[in-house]
């Protein structure tokens, strides 16, 4: 048992009259529903410090350049900025022909008649009208009867139609049945009922039933269950656009919308990165990009997400979390040795393979699509790392392409770094790692020219000249190849024996000088493995400097 008072809860929602879990052997939605932004009304209003007039503008455009064609504007009613807001964008003609603008209300009377003083010379607008339904606030806020609440809805749904007759606009309208999940089912349909049979949609007018878990209280599957009675039961169906409004007091915003979309639902309200208020709103970066990942295209372009989140937060004045799926700044990394073998052998499959779709291990989507790079979003290297995210980095980064085995030297000796400074290390220090450990170690060997040439035999002759500790020293030996004639040189003098010469050398381009990398491996008497590598603008100089700083590191 735990020390929990879990006694005082229970469940506080209702379960539909008839149950229907048919849309649960859907796999997907098929198509992107209907978006609309609520971030300048719910995020706003869960904000420390709501926009300022200029903010929401900022953000306005972004939600346009998105592709949002439903955005919730504001509370007009609320403050002389979020009326100064609508009248700005009417008179700044900031509402494109295909946007439609929407506002919310209270089913008051004043409330209602100020906005539509701010929706003055608005072309396309949803008038917005809410009331809370549940039991909890009948009860404890307005202590009135289900047929009273019923009127307060119906109130507000008459004056809607009569304020835009008298306007003479055909703006369109929104009813939420706020609380609806803590409201009975078929009490929340009776009320919507109510408030359709006043406006009376038509396919040329719709109107958007909104259904928000204002306060999620169920699992996921639940609020689908009631999202897909609702759909079966409301009347003018046809004519009805059914929305979702989640939040996410659950942790499953996302999850609600995707499973009432399944349910029937046609359009989701929500807001960029979850914000709104106490643990927000459904993410639809989220919903969206979980669409996309599946083949599904979300009609929202999220392509360069780190533009978006930097004024999201500038404005917001929020951080975007994180392991935020998708626009979290570590969502792509991978730390971890084994998830950075297979990402880039994965990442090597697809250039060589060229699939036609994207299935590299550990990344639901290619980073690159959304504006992230490999570079520093995808590998990234601490003491969890392995050869394969060190080798990659090195090659991406650096176009250095080290022999398998040496990989793995390297790999080790990242990893221990990373260990004893505790932390993480970034490809510039990792590669000057990899310079100061094997590139042209010069002590207590170091060279100052050699020569090598053929004999009759075609052997070769190889004469290198160096310092050794300081004293300077011509070593002679013949070899069957270039660098054979060298360590020989170097094992007949120093009298060391080694054996298993690795070797293996690249082109490479550092800066604008063309420049090559050798690398060379050598086994000690003692069974040691010890590596060293020579940069050069000369390939077989770049080769002897390899085998000079490996026989170093083995003294
Ligand atoms: C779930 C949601 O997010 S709903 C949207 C919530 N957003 C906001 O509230 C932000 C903007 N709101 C505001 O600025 C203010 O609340 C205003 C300007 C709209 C109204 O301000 P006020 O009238 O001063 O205060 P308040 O909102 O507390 O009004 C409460 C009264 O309205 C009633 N009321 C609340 N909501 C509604 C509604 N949707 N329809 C009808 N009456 C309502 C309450 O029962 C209460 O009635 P009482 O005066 O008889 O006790
Ligand atoms: C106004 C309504 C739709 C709302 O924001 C909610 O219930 O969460
Ligand atoms: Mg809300």
Redesign the pocket.
Known sequence: MSKMNVEKYTKNYFMPPQIDMSWAFKEHPGKAPVWCSVDLR?GN?ALVIPMSLDEKIEFYKMLLKIGFKEIEVG?P???ETEYEFLRTLVEKDLIPDDVTVQV?T???EH?IKRTFEALDGVKNAVVHV???TSVAQREQ??KKSRENIKK?AVNGAVMLKELTEAAGQSYRFEYSP?SFTGTEVDYACEVCNAVLDIWQPTADKKSIINLPS?VQMSMPHIYAAQIAYMSQNLKYRDNVVLSLHPHNDRGTGVADSEMGLLAGADRIEGTLFGNG?RTGNADIVTIAMNMAALGIDPQLDFSNMPEIINLYESVTRMHVYDRQPYSGSLVFAAFSGSHQDAIAKGMKWREKEKPAHWTVPYLLIDPKDIGREYDGDVIRINSQSGKGGVAYIMEQKYGLDMPKKMREDFGYCVKDISDRKHKELLPDEIYKIFHDFYVNIEAPLSLIDFKLNKTADGMRNGTVHLYINGNEKRLSAQGNGRLDAVSNALQKELKINYSNLIYSEHAMEIGSSSRAMAYIGITGENGKNVWGAGMDTDIITASVKALISAVNKLL
């Open positions: 719910d209003q509370f009613a609320a403050s919310l209270q089913a008051r409330i809410y009331n809370s806020v307005f307060i706020e204002t208020e």
